[in-house]
């Protein structure tokens, strides 16, 4: 029995740029309520366990947006809809909260819980018929799924409190509410103070989780995977060091530890991704174990087990492979099993490696730090706890960080490998389908116009593209993903990528506001149901004016483009014999924001009509292209009327158009969210069709 092998756990903890980087809000809550609830949850297992050595690869988009919460940067929608009492939710936010609120496990939390399973057979009541105390208990139980229950109990809250399973107050809610939120202010304090002792060492990742090997150049993955590839192609290597360096440094920067490990996005390497990454000052990184193994056919798996020192161009980095088998296994398998049986079962893994070895060895474990244990009972606590417990407990086994295990390890040179990731050893799930490919399209024509951009439009916007060029957004494209989630990510991407026109001041470019997803952009149809010849004076829709035009009531939360009171709450479209009609009523976001920019583009047979409506802190003004006349007001609301001429069609002609609101600085809505309106125009034979007999 070789003096001991070294456990290596390597978590990643990460969550994908959720934040709106122009106005700061975040689209989705995952990040915050991942940590309240999962990443809090591993740190205090290590604070009551200081003998276990693990590392942590935090993520500097995770670190970043965490660092947003704490210091009250950053919200969400759902973080506003828990700290509003009941009372002062309109019936708006009353609908997005009975919508929103049952995104749990609901074998592990729901079902158990008498009182959220009664809750959960109400949603689809209609909202009127909920009960202040109803939507008060959907708060309260919805913080407390989304929040470490340990860190509750050891008196972030009073006892009494947790004992509750119904009829919870106001005060219980600011309670509840407050604790959570102390649990995101604390956790980079508290992970520092781990890093500190030693007990954690931190590796991180480039800085928003892209695919290096891609970034560096997409033909990389011809080698490993017979797919179509994106025409033209992305090769920005000067990208990808870009990502690895600022990652590095932001991690640093915000939790005062040096940082020499790289988990690299998706374990995604090359040989010159592997160069980069020692060339941004790393000594070390990990992948997956077919990146080794299938470079060393024939050889006994014991090989796995030990450093390697790979040789690049920018020096020598020292690599560990990830031990797929019993990673999985707590990922997902042993969700399913009887915690004693789990640990065994891992625990007489553990030892047959351990024995396999002639000499100090190197077992990494490596997988996400929040996924898995939405599967577990009592959120994984239990297993993670034992399981610590008994590898702590293990003669010959060492529980360690990466760092502290290859110093104590000699390394073998590293032979040549092909290019890979921790999926099967290639990159199909981020390139190769017509949405992957399709995606990176958008990518390269933006970082080409970004090039374009001067200095100081590309400092602005700088983020935004970095963002853009993460892993995440193509994780849900493919036929492999298809889901509400994978609109909501084909949303965020896109406007990461408008976000790189709007913080340079330029107009976003019209592919953007087409779906990366096959089947090109949704239609929805408008259907008036008669004509309609209103008054043009900015004011409320009239009873009558307006009466047979189609109207549209966005989504109250504003779908990817917004969070919270809805930035248009409603638009109407209606036609005459010889005029196309919109009013465009907005939210308060809209109605106050500065320099507000309403882009209407059509487009029918005879081509394309781009209308802009502008107020500037001053006078508002319109101009449209290519050329035409209108008549317009803006004040409570926007209304505008096109003869047929300005759109350059006729009557029968359909036409295809879709609104956008800018303001401060910002893209804030789009209608629809996904895809464009159309709209025929009456017929030549109208009046004889629709006489009155």
Known sequence: MPESLSVCFLWHFHQPQYQDLTSGTALLPWTRLHCARNYAMMLELLEEQPAVHVTINVTPVLAT?????????SSDEWLELTSTPVTRLGMDQRMRLIGLFFDVNRKRIIDPDARYAELYRLRNEPPGSWSE??????QCKFILAWTCRSDLQAGLVDPTLLAKSRDYTEEDRTALVKAQQELVRNFLPRLEKLATSGQVELATSPFAHPIIPLLIDTDVARSVQDTPFPQPGFRHPEDAFMQLELGKKTVENLLHQRVRGCWPSEGSVSQDAVAEIARAGFSWT???????LRELPGEPRRVLYHPYRAQTTAGEITMVFRDRELSDAIGFLYASMVEGLAVGQFLDRVRSIRDALDRPGVLSIILDGE??????????????????AALADEPGVCLSTVGEAIEHCPA??????????WIDGNFRVWIGEDEDNRAWQYLQATREDWARFDPAEQERSRMSLLAAEGSDWNWWYGRDRTSQTA????????????????????????RLLVPVLDGGPTIVPILPAGLVSPRIDGGPPGDFDWASAHRIRPDSGGGAMSSGAPVVTSVRIGYSLSDMYLLIQFGPQAATARDLRVEVRFTSPGGTTHLVIRRDNGEPEASIEPWGSMTWALGETLQIRLPFETLRARRG???????????EGR?????????VMSIELPAADYELQHREV
């Open 65 to 73: 947006q965490l660092d947003e919460y704490a210091h009250g940067r």
């Open 133 to 138: 105390q109803d939507l008060r208990d959907l």
């Open 286 to 292: 990990a992948t997956d174990e077919e990146i080794l």
């Open 371 to 388: 996924n898995a244990w939405e599967f577990y009972p009592e959120g994984g606590a239990p297993f993670l706890r034992a399981l610590y």
């Open 412 to 421: 073998t040179p590293m032979p040549d490998f092909r290019p890979g990731s």
């Open 487 to 510: 609109v909501q990510f084909d949303d965020l991407y896109r406007r990461h990528l408008a976000n790189v026109y709007t913080q340079a001041g330029k107009q976003i470019p019209d």
């Open 653 to 663: 002609d359909t036409i295809t158009f879709s609104i956008v609101v800018l303001g």
């Open 667 to 675: 893209l804030m809505s789009a209608v629809p969210t996904h895809g």
